[in-house]
């Protein structure tokens, strides 16, 4: 959140502060189905 206060207004910074959770969520699940596709070809 830190990082993004330099770099946008206010209200997106807001948004982003909001919706954190979210975020770090979604980065779970796609790190889980890429290692998921990699693991179906490999195996």
Do not use: E
Not at 5 to 33: E, R
């Amino acid at each position: 959140i830190g990082a993004f206060k330099g770099l946008v207004d206010k209200s997106k910074n807001n948004l982003i502060a909001k919706n954190v959770g979210y975020m770090l969520l979604s980065g779970i699940l796609v790190s889980l189905l890429s290692a998921a596709t990699v693991g179906l070809f490999v195996w």
